[in-house]
Structure formats: C-alpha cells, structure tokens
C-alpha cells in the first residue's frame, strides 16, 4: 500500500500535533496526523500559493479544522469519526 512508502513525519512536527491534540476537546494525535497527511496531498495536487512550502500548507490544514471543529467542510470522515468517538 501506499503507507510504508511514506516519508515519516519529522520529530518537530509531530511535537507541535502532540500539543495541539492535547488542547484540542474533539480531535486526537491521529486525526491531526490524518488532516496533516491531507494537507501535504493537497499542496502537491491542487497546487498552492508561491512561496508557501508544503509543511506550511499542511500545517494550516490542521489549525482550519480544530479551529472550525464540527463546522469545517472538509475532512468530513474524520470529522464524523473523532464526534463518534467523542459519544462514547
């Protein structure tokens, strides 16, 4: 598949997910780990603004959606699967 071909992510950020998962009521490290991984697919197929490194735009992502939480209308399945975990 597609994921042990993956680059794993650097200590720096999985440091600043860990904190921001620890603010953060509905989502956990790896949903945050999800959105990030998202952010990075869409800079490289959408495309992006100039100058904007990847790890920028991947970053954003994942401060739109624990911002915006329940509201964002995007990531919706790990939306649904952090407000389904969040019920129990």
Do not use: H
């Not at 990847?54 to 939306?79: C, H, P, Q, Y």
């Amino acid at each position: 598949m597609a994921s042990k071909f993956r680059k794993p992510l650097s200590a720096k950020v999985v440091t600043n997910l860990k904190a921001k998962a620890k603010k953060s009521k509905l989502f956990n490290l790896t949903d945050l780990k999800r959105s990030y991984r998202k952010g990075q697919g869409a800079f490289l197929r959408a495309g992006s603004r100039p100058r904007i490194p990847m790890s920028a735009w991947a970053m954003a992502r994942v401060n739109k959606l624990i911002k915006l939480g329940r509201r964002a209308t995007f990531d919706k399945e790990i939306i649904k699967s952090a407000v389904k975990r969040k019920k129990k």
